[in-house]
Structures are given as structure tokens and as C-alpha cells.
């Protein structure tokens, strides 16, 4: 089954505010966490990662916090755009070789004007 | 402009035809993948291949068939279509190693309706 699941299907912000999303997974094992972001119409496209040996890392408006303790990781993105209008998914590679990629529902990001 | 190119875009099968969703990409990527994504969930895997002439199943591969005669091409083939894979069907190539999740590209989708 799922090792990585998402709190909440939708989230509304207002233009200009701070969004939170949020994964829980489930392996404590699980040591490579990747968040994408997905359009309308189009296919993911990756926005940052994180190892387990690290607790935050920032990218450009972009931050990802882990928390080992309890399994949970965030997605923070800073002053929210029209553009980040879109679902976002946390993923971990999983199976033989960690070839695969483990997807979790998705939380859909509206951006209000 | 270099990518995933998926073809169709969009198609509507009826029950027991078959079908080649078409990727190919041209940035000379070793691993290829197709998911699937259902209504307001995840990707999930259906086959991969690290290389030409080498397969692997995901986590969905029953009712899917690949290929991988040349690097570049990623065909996934239905037989028998069923109501269950009306999806929508990502191709997606990366490189190897350590960055192929942060640098892996995905096509634009088709969507699969089995009526």
C-alpha cells in the first residue's frame, strides 16, 4: 500500500499568504522525500527534495521541513502566487532498486486573487 | 523543444480493443517509466526500463504491455481494454543515478476513457 499520504485534498490562499502543505508517511526506513508540483493539463514537475539526515531545506520561495519523530513532512511556500495554482505531491522511491516512485493523492493549491 | 512526447493526447476505446499509447523523448535519458493516474490520486507505476531491451514491472502492470527497442521510444500497449484503465497515462525519462528523481520529465498525458 501507500507509505506516503496526504492530511487535506484542497487548500484556498489568499494571494500574497503562506501555504502549508502537508504529508505523513508511514516507513520509518524511508530516508528520500520529493515533492512535485502538477498544472492542470500537465504532467509533474519536481520542485524540491530532502534527505532523512536533514530537517529543512529551502529553495527559491520553497521550503521543505521533515520531522522524523512523528513521520511528517511540510511543504511551505512562501507569499503565494496565481502560479502555484496547482496540486502537489510528496513522493519516495520505493521497490527493488528504488526505481519506483511512490505517490501520495495530492493536495490541490488555489490561489485566490 | 527537447521532452517527453506522449501520443494521443486524448482517446476513447470501447471494451476489448486495443491500443499503443506512443512516448518517446530525445534528451537520450536510460530510464522511462509510465504511470497512471486515476481521478484525485497519485501516480502510480505500470512499467519501467532502465535501458533498451530491459523491462520491469511497477505496481499495476496487469492488463499493460512495454517495450524498449531503442532508447528513445517507450510504447505501452493495452490488450482488451477494460472500464478499470480509464486513466490518464504519464511517460516519463530520467537519468540514472543519484538525480533521477530531481531531473526526471514527464509528458503531457493522454486520457484513456474505456467505454
Known amino acids: 500500500g501507500e507509505s506516503v499520504g496526504l492530511h487535506l485534498p484542497t487548500l484556498s490562499v489568499q494571494e500574497g499568504d503562506n501555504s502549508i502543505i502537508n504529508c505523513a508517511y508511514s516507513n520509518s526506513a524511508s530516508d528520500y522525500f520529493i515533492w512535485y508540483k502538477q498544472e492542470s493539463g500537465k504532467g509533474p514537475q519536481f520542485i524540491i527534495d530532502?534527505?532523512?539526515?536533514?530537517d529543512k531545506r529551502q529553495g527559491q520561495r520553497v521550503t521543505v521541513l521533515l520531522n522524523k519523530t512523528v513521520k511528517h513532512l511540510s511543504l511551505q511556500i512562501a507569499a503565494t502566487q496565481p502560479g502555484d495554482s496547482a496540486v502537489y505531491f510528496c513522493a519516495e522511491p520505493s521497490g527493488a532498486g528504488s526505481y519506483q516512485l511512490t505517490f501520495g493523492k495530492g493536495t490541490k493549491l488555489s490561489v485566490i486573487p | 523543444n527537447a521532452g517527453v512526447t506522449q501520443t494521443p493526447k486524448f482517446r476513447i476505446l470501447k471494451i476489448g480493443q486495443s491500443m499503443t499509447l506512443q512516448c518517446t523523448q530525445d534528451m537520450n535519458h536510460n530510464y522511462m517509466y509510465w504511470y497512471r493516474q486515476d481521478p484525485g490520486m497519485g501516480l502510480k507505476l505500470i512499467y519501467y526500463s532502465v535501458g533498451a531491451g530491459i523491462t520491469d514491472k511497477g505496481e499495476v502492470p496487469n492488463g499493460y504491455n512495454v517495450s524498449r527497442s531503442t532508447t528513445e521510444d517507450f510504447p505501452l500497449r493495452l490488450e482488451l481494454a477494460a472500464p478499470s484503465q480509464t486513466s490518464v497515462y504519464f511517460c516519463a525519462s530520467s537519468r540514472s543515478g543519484e538525480r533521477r528523481w530531481t531531473e526526471a520529465f514527464f509528458g503531457q498525458g493522454t486520457r484513456l476513457t474505456v467505454v
Open positions: 530532502i534527505r532523512s539526515n536533514m
